[in-house]
T-cell receptor, first 109, second 115 residues
Framework: EDQVTQSPEALRLQEGESSSLNCSYT??????LFWYRQDPGKGPEFLFT???AGEEKEKERLKATLTKKESFLHITAPKPEDSATYLC??????????FGSGTRLSIRP | NAGVTQTPKFRVLKTGQSMTLLCAQD?????MYWYRQDPGMGLRLIHY???????AKGEVPDGYNVSRLKKQNFLLGLESAAPSQTSVYFC??????????????FGQGTRLTVV
């Protein structure tokens, strides 16, 4: 059965303090590994899709990477506006998109 | 483009009542999904559809039914609401044909309370 696990559940950083969020996955026939950002009271907002091991994508202070078992979301010199819940999800051969439980990121000024 | 639109945005039901949540997308997407989100549990897949006239069960399908009579619409039904179905419901759609374009785009959610 497809499974996506994220860690840590919550992360508090000082502004400018870089860190990484982890996503471990077991998804049969991976067709895409996704990262989303979710703000309170809103729907998830798409950030990145990764398709194969070794692939990397960047957007502003965020960089997503993919291995055969894990994905990482690296946050460089974060700002308070980066505070949100970050969700990882996998699409497999069964056409289901399965989500992890998310990492709540808080950036203190 | 409106993207993915969910109706209604808020609803309070009494135990045993029925209701239908409507999801509409204007992006000509093939795949559509219904999720529920509870505190600390992330998004859990209820049902999904890979095309008009098709539906399939997700991780937590019990107590829900779905229909996809038109490509742009995906309906989620609760026949007899229970307090355990109090949650925020999200609809999503994706193109998912061939290589690439597999990411899903979400609506703003429906907050449902069953008393």
């Amino acid at each position: 059965e497809d499974q996506v696990t994220q860690s840590p559940e919550a992360l508090r950083l000082q502004e400018g303090e870089s860190s990484s969020l982890n996503c471990s996955y077991t998804v049969s026939g991976l067709r895409g590994l996704f990262w989303y950002r979710q703000d309170p009271g809103k729907g998830p907002e798409f950030l990145f899709t990764l398709y194969s091991a070794g692939e990397e994508k960047e957007k502003e202070r965020l960089k997503a990477t993919l291995t055969k078992k894990e994905s990482f979301l690296h946050i460089t010199a974060p700002k308070p506006e980066d505070s949100a819940t970050y969700l990882c999800a996998g699409l497999g051969s069964a056409s289901k998109i399965i989500f992890g439980s998310g990492t709540r990121l808080s950036i203190r000024p | 483009n409106a993207g993915v639109t969910q109706t209604p945005k808020f609803r309070v039901l009494k135990t045993g009542q029925s209701m239908t949540l409507l999801c509409a997308q204007d992006m000509n997407h093939e795949y559509m999904y219904w999720y529920r989100q509870d505190p600390g549990m992330g998004l859990r897949l209820i049902h999904y559809s890979v095309g008009e006239g098709t539906t399939a069960k997700g991780e937590v399908p019990d107590g829900y039914n779905v229909s996809r009579l038109k490509k742009q619409n995906f309906l989620l039904g609760l026949e007899s609401a229970a307090p355990s179905q109090t949650s925020v419901y999200f609809c999503a759609s994706s193109y998912s044909i061939g290589v690439g374009n597999t990411e899903a785009f979400f609506g703003q959610g429906t907050r449902l309370t069953v008393v």
